[in-house]
């Protein structure tokens, strides 16, 4: 399996300000990468597929120009909340699929914006 | 459009046997999948299925049955370790992950 590491796991951050959330696919090259978001007591809600090298397709509903990603290798992808605000704040989680038989999941970051 | 059912929330007593069902509507299918999450915690994978049939790993099992859209996780000789949300997700024509909302299990002793 792909070991995925994703960081901070936890993040407290005024409103107005920017954070950025890093997936690192650590012994597998993925040129693809998910972004999910969990709101407490749901499902995990496809934010956007980041493609290696090209633009993230983004979900409908899901603001491009609010959630900017980028992958820029085939290790590496990141997600920055600009501007955030308190209803930003949720559960984030990356994957990698391996294949077509199995999602790896980073740890999670927890977003609180204040 | 597309749908994954599970129940909301199960509670069971340890040591016991209990069973998650999950039902689909799926464009396409290419698999379904079982995943446990601890709270605050992201998924892990449990279990694969795109054929017809029960699959045993230890004290899980998923079975699948593609007529039906139907699937089920079976948990045997439950812990209190076992307490968790358990994920259902199926992989659309388009190899994408559609989520079902998630059961959570209450393991009493």
């Known amino acids: 399996g792909a070991v995925v590491s994703q960081h901070p796991s936890r993040v407290i951050c005024k409103s107005g300000t920017s954070v950025k959330i890093e997936c690192r696919s650590l012994?597998?090259?993925?040129?693809?990468m998910f972004w999910y978001r969990q709101f407490p007591k749901q499902s995990l809600m496809l934010m956007a597929t980041?493609?290696?090298?090209?633009?993230?397709?983004?979900e409908q509903g899901v603001e491009k120009d609010k959630f900017l990603i980028n992958h820029a290798s085939l290790t590496l992808s990141t997600l920055t909340v600009t501007s955030a605000h308190p209803e930003d704040s949720s559960f984030y989680i990356c994957?990698?699929?391996?294949?077509?038989?199995?999602?790896?999941f980073g740890q999670g970051t927890r977003l609180t914006v204040v | 459009g597309q749908n994954i059912d599970q129940p909301t929330e199960m509670t069971a007593t340890e040591g016991a046997i209990v069973q998650i069902n999950c039902t689909y509507q799926?464009?396409?299918?290419?698999?379904l999948f079982w995943y446990q999450q601890h709270a605050g915690e992201a998924p892990t994978f449990l279990s694969y299925?795109?054929l017809d049939g029960l699959e045993e790993k230890g004290r899980f099992s998923s079975f699948l049955s593609r007529s039906k859209g139907y699937s089920y996780l079976l948990l045997k000789e439950l812990q209190m370790k076992d307490s968790a949300s358990y994920l259902c997700?199926?992989?659309?024509?388009?190899?994408?992950?559609?989520w079902g909302a998630g059961t959570k299990l209450i393991i009493k002793p």
């Open positions: 994957s990698v699929m391996t294949g077509n038989t199995e999602a790896f």
């Open positions: 012994d597998f090259q993925a040129t693809t």
């Open positions: 980041s493609n290696e090298g090209s633009k993230a397709t983004y």
């Open positions: 799926t464009s396409g299918f290419n698999g």
């Open positions: 299925n795109v």
């Open positions: 997700a199926v992989m659309d024509s388009n190899y994408q992950l559609i």
